[in-house]
């Protein structure tokens, strides 16, 4: 997974970016780049300038100098994912920026291809070379071999051959273009801002609206699925961008799992608030649960693991007392503020001091209670495993463990940063059958007194519903349900954007 | 404030160290700083060996081969507050090493004492010379020039001189003394941790007990206010370390504002839990509440400032709800978790970047409700102010501003890194005698709707009392009743610990 | 200009490359990079590691963790040197490496291509897109185009369509490559090494031997002008690397500036010592110098610029005596060890500081003699100009300047650094016809009393010459004769490498 | 050892003192500091700011935006030596600033004194605490505990109490106080600069005149054997700056090794030209020398080791030829001009690398000839080695080594940073009773074909006599002579300034 941000005809573009990118954070710590376009009355055309570094943003741009080296009237920027186990390149850090027929081009990915290989090997079979062994170096290849004249065009022609999921937003020249997968899986927002100085408009585009909120821009719109946006200096004069669309995929596939997790909670997504669905996940897990008020106890004391599923965790509280089961919320694990990329574990002396240095618990809280625990989601098992060893150390009477979305039974191809199937909890148990059972086992594994996931109805409750679209998420790590065929040879997953 | 920390007898002091001070990080993000005692073979004598930066714990210590240099046997810490606007020397990282008459010694030290400007003056005056400008020095001064012969009475003769707020630890060559002043102004914890392999005892000292937490010690007992323990080989032989008592103080006065603000809510400070009191903080506030529920509202919205107020909101949720007076908890306010220390803040475009580099607003939460924002405190009132702007975008009907403490009038002498009483909120309406009209100017100011403090019996009867103490609490900041007679030539707080 | 090394079959190949770029920094400082080629068991293949950054090569390398990473069996490495004036993308550090039909290629290269432009239109044309401003990018995409199978094949396809200068190593998948151009204008030299525990064998390729010297490598031969050698483990085995040779041209080009300047004097190359050289130089100079002893000096005092023309002068000397004009070579100026590239110059009080602080006088060497001052060659003259100033400071009777090699009147399309025409001290006065009033307006704007340039005719005697070629030197800087016709549009010199 | 800058009335003076320590870098490598006083209008007096760092004065001061925060009226600097083995700590950095009864004091020095353990033994037994393990706060200690008044007349009483080695600059409030040991052991050098836009005068101290050249000051003369010199805004509006003088001692002590090897051969050092010292060394070394021309030779080919020995190898060739054994200087050895503080030497193949990464052969000038090879002095004897193997790489005929300096028997007890008898060459053969024998075992060792010493006759001819003093020298090392009586507990030098 990754951040995109971009803005046009801003008078601090660089700026701009760094705080979208700092507000997108939470979507990528490995690495982040920004590159601007400014136009150079010697060369008297736009060219691009570039700071990119492995690390969080603020660590890439802690020398404020590097922002006089960044002026310009328009910027896109990337966060990238930390990818576990492969090589960290510095060739993949992005935004990519490159030099073509038709100019300069620059381009900042978020999303997964699933005919990369295919597409991948017949470019290298035309002599095509790659520098990065991400996905997105196929597009400007493609773009550049287009007999397309306008970059936008080129985009477009270059588009209709991949295949799979990508928000994406590109400088080429002196345009902006932004662009999504016909399914839709990432989110990707349009934005305005307008100067309080001058009251000149800027655009801006960011894989999420919290890009927008720091920097005082407004949300429009979302770009739709399929859309291809440009952005130039006419399209700020008008107020109007235009935009060329893809042709429409038989169904849509939002990621459900933005929602359930990656997305910020203060961010609208897909057009709808996270925060929202986020609260709807735990009212229907309130209304699924068995746990019962146990005797002596007023109250069922509700803790989440911080922050991700604090929301779900109020929602969960609300519904269960709307229903007539007294519940409280609870914070009864605290998150250390100071936990960032650059930590270091020297010595490690014991194998869960990275969840101690994560979190603590809050004894007076769990103490002889019986405690229902929410979390959003458990992909391989081991952090669950330590946070309830943690949690026992504060001797709650139960952990009911209960987690806002279904089982993650599938890896993901279209950008989310799964391990392979084998490193999914749920592999670990796939030969028992009845899933009743293999839920026991995950829950002897973990450690919990109970053990409550969301079923999948529940989940397609808790999301916005969109008209006349018969197929609207991507449930495929719950379900197995791949909206697009994947070609097998893709799903090693080597590296994911 | 600092945080300090100290462990002895144990095979990896410095990676115990590191990870305390990690947990501390909250009592002082400008500097680091790590000693460690280790035997030399080649000397026959214990030796000391020590890093320390400027920075966040895990900047400074970011090399992970600095912990190579530093192996031994026990090791003592330090986290140093930010003090705005001073010279920032590298003189004044703590722990202050040092070799004296009676051989090695390092000092890390919280607070800040009373009489040091007439310490200073008297010991210069002797022809003593001092490297950097804090409180600290004086008190390895002292106890170089006394004529005991044992560390620990020496520290014992320097004790009896000082007056102020101090808790400390030391390294005084094969010996570790944790030391806390007679009034018992900072907090300080005795624990211990046994080895999972070799069994052996270590003893740790911290200004907090989440410090014990991350590397699995136990809590054993708070330092005495008043109390000089000495933790040597012996000591832990006999699982018996030993103490000195300076002479008792007419009253205790344990800093209130560690309850309200300063300590981690997973921590035991003065025995009690922190988590605990503001729970009690925000019952009390909830009882002194006059908020109504809104004709058409179900139930009061009840949002905290993240993290820090975050209990104080559940506790007046939850009495509110006792009282009849339905409420519900939200998340309201997000909070980044990338914000550090290292944050830049480029091209400042608006006054409130930082504010909102830090806080975002969840729009479905706020917008169209009167909501009872929860803080903890308001010094300047400058971030409480960008804060209530940034809420009022999301167009809540009413902001109700509650504080879980009284209105800070007073500068604090004792360690708590106040600004002067000049750059206090309060101080803006000093002129206006009667408290109703200038809470009103404050409200006025700061732009909410309505504003309420907690009372001062309110904050009294939120914390625990202690048998046999007439007077347990420092209250000045809130108060102006001050403990110890403070010089007036001290006042102008040039620099605290 | 720019410094190559390659070695095969090594059991620390990051490590040789490290001392080998070391020993060839004078070659470039603006940047460094290492490429190694290990055998991954998992892939069952060769897999490339890289490190690279801006700055010397121990600065880039400054973490010796980074060859804990960079394990393998062969090597190439590159140090780029400092074009002045353009954006300092680290998109541009070389060795390039990347992915294409025939699996992973790197590319470390030191010249300048002549149609790179022509080239790179056409390859933009055909959909081609470029990462770097460099000429070096348009080899692997020929290779890559290329309908040939083995790497090899590709490259000498490739460098059939370039034109220029070019010595370059290369890594392809498990073997290793070296190509010079037919022209051979920059150096290239083969040499081995046998590992003094295992005796096995390890070729070695570098820019100078100076690099072979510092691993204790063994200078076999050099890489023949229109040579592609090929090293794999088969060429080990049977000690016999094996070659192709690109199509010969009707001259050969050896930069005749190496031997001048460039080239460090410890080294051989073009297969002969450049010390031996600079001494012919030295000697040749005497024979023209027209400078006579001055009554009441018993001999000529001779000074060096150091530590560049301290040969030429001890060859000056030593012509001088032989021929009965009796002279003593003197170390009049003191070049300061700690010059590097990190260098600052904070509040820049005179604009000769940067002359001091690389040099200093010897008064008692200078002061009230005549001195003949050895320089090896004036570009932009700035610096020799403040270096006459300083000598001034110490009063000598006269200064002398003696330039042991011609005017230089062109730039250099060919790889070295030089300044465009208009930035050359020659151009200030090219309005003037006469030579020797031409020479007479230089000395008087650099601040001597006399001025002599080496001739043309002294400097082709100076340099060895090779049997059967008619002409072996490509001396256009000094006479305008480019030996390759150079597209007028490549002429503004963006980028050389 | 170390370096010493100050300058006085300069309107840049962090910048001065930045260049001074730059061009004396040689003189300490491991760390750089500088302190300035600045007139702060808030507090109406003069305050210290200072930026302290371990690494060459480049690196400490790479940050160029430093310099922002330093500006003011007076300055003083220090380079530190790097001290083999023993713990680097930070406290130790040098200048030392502190703030003691009568204000600021900063104090930067270069020596050692001989009585520092028993001084700092009654001073600790008085109570002091030192921070550091250095000679150095001993000064400052001793001064803060004088009766007198002014800062001047304190530091005068301290320095009649101290024995041993030192030259030094201080910062006393608005003060700035040079001052050199009576015996005059290490160089301190008063000059002068006159700002060229004011016209203001400027006093400037530096421990080499080398440090005047490159900010173009003036020498005016040097600071004379027990002389405290005081400079303040009076000293330069009278351009009088005023002294005082400690007692003087029965003899003087000028380091005799400061000329044959440590100080720049382009500065003054005791009123005298290095470089012309050097050169009578070379020439005394040549009359001693019985090495013969070899039939077939016409000339001895001498060959220094750069670029200590350059000066020392000239005055032999000179010597040479005008005794009728005609000789040729020549540049056999190729220093590298990257060598640095910073350079790492990974994975160690071969225990020479370190001398080949500083030095490389010109085979065509050692191939085949016997060669004398000048070096000014062997300390502790395994890089003469090293360096002999490498030059026999290139087949020399023979390879007779000259030393500029008779042998090192002793260490020495005040500042030169020679290792402890036992590590010294010399000692390995102390049982040989026989001079001669043991000067053939040391030839055996080093592996040469003869070796030759300058004798002590040799070494004290050829440095300038001073009128009226009948011992004007410190020879200690050499001849064990020391002019200071050392206390036995002394001589373990733990640490040298």
């Known amino acids: 997974m990754c951040g995109v941000f971009g803005i046009f005809n801003s008078k601090t573009p660089a700026e701009d970016t760094f705080y979208g990118l700092y507000s997108l954070q939470h979507r990528g710590q490995e690495a982040a780049g920004i590159v601007v376009a400014d136009y150079s009355k010697a060369r008297k055309k736009t060219i691009f300038k570039q700071h990119k570094g492995m690390g969080l943003v603020s660590e890439v741009f802690r020398d404020e100098t590097v922002f006089d080296t960044l002026s310009g009237y328009a910027a896109i920027g990337h966060n990238r994912y930390s990818t576990t186990g492969s090589a960290k390149s510095t060739n993949n850090i992005q935004p990519f920026s490159l030099i073509y027929r038709s100019g300069s081009l620059a381009i900042a990915h978020n999303g997964n291809l699933t005919n990369a290989r295919k597409l991948r090997n017949e470019l290298t079979e035309l002599g095509v070379i790659f520098q990065a062994s991400s996905d997105t170096e196929i597009i400007p290849h493609l773009a550049a071999r287009s007999r397309e004249k306008e970059p936008v065009q080129q ?25 999504r997968d016909p399914y839709g899986f990432r989110p990707l927002a349009l934005g305005k801002k307008t100067d309080p100085l001058t009251g000149e408009l800027a655009y801006v585009i960011a894989s999420e609206t919290c ?67 986020r609260r709807n996940l735990g009212k229907n897990l309130a209304r699924e649960s068995s746990i019962e008020q146990t005797p002596g106890e007023k109250e069922l004391t509700v803790v989440s693991v911080p922050d991700s599923s604090n929301t779900a965790a109020l929602g969960f509280v609300r ?100 391990p392979t199937k084998r490193q999914l909890l ?72």
Not at 475 to 483: E, Q, R, W
Request: glycine letters at 6%; proline letters at 6%.
């Open 426 to 497: 749920t592999h670990m148990f796939d030969s028992i059958e009845n899933e009743v059972d293999e839920i026991e086992k995950i829950r002897e594994y973990i450690g919990v007194d109970t053990l409550t996931y969301l079923s999948m109805p529940g989940l397609i409750n808790s999301v916005p519903s969109f008209e006349g679209e018969s197929c609207s998420y991507c449930t495929a790590c719950f379900s197995g349900d791949y909206p697009i065929q994947v070609n097998e040879a893709t799903t090693d997953k080597e590296e994911n954007d």
């Open 211 to 277: 890009a927008f909120d720091i920097i005082q821009a407004e949300y429009i719109r979302d770009i739709e699925p399929g859309e291809i946006l440009l952005i130039d200096h006419l399209a700020v004069a008008n107020e109007k961008p235009t935009s060329l669309f893809l042709p429409p995929s038989e169904r849509k596939a939002r990621c459900i799992f933005e929602y359930v997790y990656f997305a910020r909670p203060d961010s609208f997504i897909f057009g709808n608030s996270v925060d929202k669905v």
């Open 319 to 418: 519904e269960s007392n709307r229903a007539g089961r007294p519940a409280r919320f609870e914070h009864g694990l605290i998150r250390n503020h100071y936990v960032g990329r650059t930590f270091i574990q020297p010595g490690i002396q014991s194998r869960d001091i990275k969840v101690r240095s994560k979190y603590n618990i809050v004894r007076g809280v769990l103490q002889d209670r019986p405690i229902i625990l929410i979390d959003d989601s458990i992909v391989r098992g081991t952090t669950a495993r330590m946070l309830i060893k943690l949690i026992r150390e504060a001797d709650p009477k139960a952990i009911h463990l209960h987690i806002s979305s279904p089982p993650i039974t599938n890896p993901c191809f279209y950008g989310m940063d799964f």
């Open 155 to 179: 985009i477009y022609e270059a588009l209709q051959q991949v295949q799979g999921a990508y928000s994406m937003v590109l400088l080429a020249n002196n345009q902006m273009i932004a662009a």
